[in-house]
């Protein structure tokens, strides 16, 4: 059976650079692209994960300026701001017909020895089964230790695509692809392919937007080193552009970035 996973950037549902902000005409449009191709495809499985956004990563923000560390005040409360992002996705999703449950993060995913991910993903793979399209997101975590780290929609991406063997993984972002230099220069260049062992360092990127806690373009590329299995297609695209997401999920985007190992 095929799986693909869905990694809906923070910055194509939200408008990163105002805190709070939903961008509601394109969760319509990516709702209606999702379950058009669910009809056409109904024995592909599906699970969506989403980034935080101008919710998560300004929450964190604040917290770490504020504080300078992530304390039980802002565990509780960044989860509760994620859950609130995460279930205004659902009821666009759910409403379009896609059977959405969300898998809250934080309840699912803990850190062990400060590195190591442990996740359940027994519990996962029984939805799937069922028919349901489980839906994760960027949220804050425990660790075994007693600390609270942030884990990133990009790194549940990459980990979630390596355990369960997914046929594809794709990053819809809020732009076309990866650049040779910063996109908005006028001489950057979008690549059609690029290989994480010996392009990666051959790229400058810019500096994330004022509110991002994880890094961005870079630290997406990053994280897909050793993960990339190889029956496993990724792509990265925008995701802001209207149909890429259905077309993306059909194999055949106008746009974007191959990610080869
Ligand atoms: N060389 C590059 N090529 C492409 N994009 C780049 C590059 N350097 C920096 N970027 C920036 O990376 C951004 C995408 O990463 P960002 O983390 O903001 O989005 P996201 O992962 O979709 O959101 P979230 O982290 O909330 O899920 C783009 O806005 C782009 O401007
Ligand atoms: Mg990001």
Aim: proline share 3%; with cysteine; hydrophobic share 40%.
């Amino acid at each position: 059976l095929e799986l693909i996973i869905l990694k809906l950037g923070g910055s194509v549902i939200c408008d990163k650079s105002k805190p709070f902000s939903i961008r509601r005409r394109v969760l319509r449009r990516i709702a209606n692209e999702i379950s058009k191709f669910l009809k056409e495809e109904p024995e592909k499985k599906l699970i969506i994960i989403h980034g935080g956004g101008s919710f998560g990563h300004y929450a964190v923000q604040e917290y770490l300026s504020l504080k300078g560390i992530l304390d039980l005040e802002a565990l509780v409360n960044v989860e509760r701001i994620m859950l609130e992002l995460s279930t205004t996705l659902a009821d666009y999703f759910i409403d379009a017909g896609i059977p959405i449950s969300i898998l809250t993060t934080h309840s699912l995913v803990m850190i062990d020895d400060e590195r190591e991910l442990i996740i359940n993903t027994r519990y996962i793979e029984q939805f799937l089964r069922m028919g349901v399209v489980p839906m994760m997101y960027g949220d804050l975590i425990i660790s075994s230790k007693g600390s609270i780290k942030v884990v990133s929609g990009d790194t549940l991406a990459w980990e979630l695509a390596y355990r369960l063997k997914a046929n594809k993984l794709l990053f819809a972002t809020s732009v076309d692809g990866v650049y040779s230099s910063k996109p908005e220069f006028p001489n950057a260049i979008l690549l059609n392919e690029l290989s994480l062992s010996s392009m990666i360092n051959k790229v400058t990127y810019s500096e994330t937007s004022v509110y991002d806690v994880t890094g961005g373009m870079f630290r997406k590329l990053i994280e897909g080193i050793g993960k990339i299995r190889p029956s496993m297609k990724v792509y990265i695209f925008n995701g802001l552009r209207a149909g890429e997401i259905y077309r993306a999920l059909k194999d055949r985007p106008l746009k974007g970035t191959v990610i080869k190992p």
